[in-house]
């Protein structure tokens, strides 16, 4: 690992040699490690970790919105799980026309709305792979939400930017404005009760009875297809599935399948394995990944969506031939025109990782979407809702449109490398769009330059959408100029681009990293 410099004003690399977690909250971390101090593996660290942010980021994530997971034991195969929500069932392309809707589902819709998926998820993991008590796992979310939480300093800035949403529906306006600052306190007593009866009747505390009915009761109020058949049936809709990868430079790269876009991730590194990403210049370097992005996330946008109408598809994309024709239509001199799609812009998702002291890893994401979702937050159970439908396209014959029961196509990615069977990193990007280009970013610095997971986190990040290529405000001058004399449309972004969390496992080591973009850590024993 390189020599730290600690006059950089950069975080040093976590070290440690028995267990860790990364999140993008200090109360997260704390929550995670607390639990595997206690015997708990990291499945269940990833739990307790995911119930506090549901809690203290409340714009990010909660139990509203949608799971992945990777999960991995020291050697042996990596296992997917799919925990995102579905349409409902009396969801058509016909009945949102007669609703009214237009060619974009909007975000405060209600038709914005899937079934959430996060909390089939968790319970899901906890039966399969837990090893503690659910009601342990949730203790301090429960707490945090009874007895309030100090708002710390990204929460307080991203809560600004969306606080929009939430001051068009009554309830949520409520609870969350005005908009507090870093440093005050902040209590949800409803979601506390809410995360009460997930812990003492699990998903059927959340999907069935008096909440369940509740909850589409108020959608239903506001014009909403849900029934509480769809709240049902959701109770045991998490569900694993069979990772894909691609090899880039002798590593294996995991990802969820699709609804996801991991393969989004994996066609831009198998496209930029064939450069020498280590020896180019930062101009080119960065080119050749805002050449490739483009690449990927048309292919994306065209063909990515439920599992179901994606049979085959990775197997094709990632074939020699198709990864050939891409990689040849980059001309490092000259940046190509801009790949433009139409999938709603957001950036609110948390990713989280842990690694215990028997080598399971877990890599885990949970978000509802945009900042505060939908902003629908039903006043009677305190649940604020996601806006994932919003993601849905209403064009017939798309494999993402929408559809009864189906699932849409999802930004939020876990990611894991292993090496020779062996495990060697879960790590994850926060972003929205720019999730899988981040991936690949940061896997490259890492395995091709050769980074500490920390340096490669705290990179100026570059990202190629909407026709124009963004660039945080690090990049340096003389780049964005050589990329704009190859025809790259400079956008200078005035905040960050993303977070990021890893851990990567060594013998008898394990190294964390945690965007310095958010108000994280990686901490461990």
Known sequence: MPEFDFLSGRRAPVLTGRAMIATSHPLASAAG????????????????????????????????????????????????????????????????????????????????????????????????????????????????????????????????????????????????????????????????????????????????????????????????????????????????????????????????????????????????????MAGLAPADRIHVQAEATKLAYHHRDALLGDADACAGLAERLLSDAAIAALRGRIDMGRAMPPALWDEPEHRDTIYLCAVDQDGLSVSFINSIFHGFGSGILDPQTGVLFQSRGASFRMIPGHPNAIAPGKRPMHTIIPGMVTQGGRTVMPFGVMGGQYQAAGHADFLSAVIDRGLSLQAAMDEPRSFATDGVLQVEAGMPEDVCDALARRGHVIHRLDGPLGGAQAIRIGDGLLEGGSDSRKDGMAIGL
């Open 33 to 276: 490690l607390s639990v595997l101090a206690e015997g708990g593996n990291a499945v269940d660290a990833a739990l307790a970790a995911s119930a506090v942010q549901a809690v203290v980021d409340p714009l990010m994530t909660g139990i509203g919105g949608d799971c992945f997971a990777l999960v991995a034991p020291a050697e042996g195969p990596v296992r997917a799980l799919n925990g995102s929500g579905r349409a409902p069932a009396a969801a058509t392309i016909e009945a949102l026309r007669a609703a009214g809707i237009g060619d974009a589902i909007p975000q405060s819709s209600p038709h914005a709305v899937t079934v959430p998926g996060a909390v089939s998820a968790w319970c899901r993991l906890h039966a399969d792979l837990g090893r503690l008590p659910l009601a342990r796992l949730l203790r301090d979310a429960i707490a945090h939400a009874r007895d309030g939480y100090v708002v710390t300093p990204r929460v307080a800035r991203d809560w600004a930017e969306s606080q929009a949403i939430v001051a068009a529906d009554p309830a949520a306006a409520a609870l969350f404005l005005p908009v507090p600052q870093a440093g005050a306190r902040h209590a949800q007593p409803l979601l506390a009760d809410r995360l009460r009866q997930i812990a003492d009747q699990g998903a059927a505390g959340f999907y069935q009875g008096a909440t369940a009915a509740r909850m589409v009761a108020h959608l239903r109020s506001l014009g909403g297809l849900h029934s509480e058949e769809d709240f049902h049936r959701a109770t045991d809709g998490a569900h694993w599935v069979t990772p894909i990868s691609a090899r880039y430079r002798g590593f294996d790269i995991h990802q969820c399948p699709p609804n996801g876009q991991g393969l989004a991730a994996l066609l831009i590194l198998k496209i930029i394995e064939g450069f020498d």
